[in-house]
C-alpha cells in the first residue's frame, strides 16, 4: 500500500526558510512524479509545485522564485523548499505521488493520484 509521510511545517517569520519532506513507500517518485499543494479553511486545494518522473518541473505563478521542487532517488523522498516565505503562505500542505500512465515519456505530465500525506502545516508570521 502507498504510504506518504510528511514533515517539517512549523512556525516562521516572513522572509524566513523551511523544507518540507515527504517519504514515501510502496511508489517510486521517479516513475510517477509527485506534487505538493496546499491548502486554507474554505479554499481548493491548490497545487503549488510538481515534478514529473523525468525531472521536469513547474510552479505555481505565486510561488515561482521561491519554492523549489525536488527529490532524493535513494531515499524515494521528496522535498519542498520553501525560502522567502510570506505571510499568505500560510497553509497545510500537502504532497500527492504521480499516477501511473500506460505510455509516459520523458514529457509525460504529472497527473494527481489519489495517494496523499497527511498533511503539515506552515504558518507564516509577520
Known amino acids: 500500500q502507498v504510504q506518504l509521510v510528511e514533515s517539517g511545517g512549523g512556525l516562521v517569520q516572513a522572509g524566513g526558510s523551511l523544507r518540507l519532506s515527504c517519504a514515501a513507500s510502496g511508489t517510486d517518485f521517479r516513475v510517477n512524479g509527485m506534487g505538493w499543494y496546499r491548502q486554507v479553511p474554505g479554499k481548493q486545494r491548490e497545487l503549488v509545485a510538481s515534478?514529473?518522473?523525468?525531472?521536469?518541473?513547474n510552479y505555481a505563478d505565486s510561488v515561482k522564485g521561491r519554492f523549489t521542487i525536488s527529490r532524493d532517488n535513494a531515499k524515494n523522498t521528496g522535498y519542498l523548499q520553501m525560502n522567502s516565505l510570506k505571510p499568505e503562505d500560510t497553509a497545510v500542505y500537502y504532497c500527492?505521488?504521480?499516477?501511473?500512465?500506460?505510455?509516459?515519456?520523458?514529457?509525460?505530465?504529472?497527473?494527481?493520484?489519489?495517494?496523499w500525506g497527511q498533511g503539515t502545516q506552515v504558518t507564516v508570521s509577520s
Open positions: 515534478i514529473t518522473g523525468a525531472g521536469n518541473t
Open positions: 500527492n505521488v504521480g499516477r501511473a500512465l500506460f505510455n509516459p515519456t520523458r514529457y509525460s505530465p504529472y497527473i494527481p493520484s489519489d495517494y
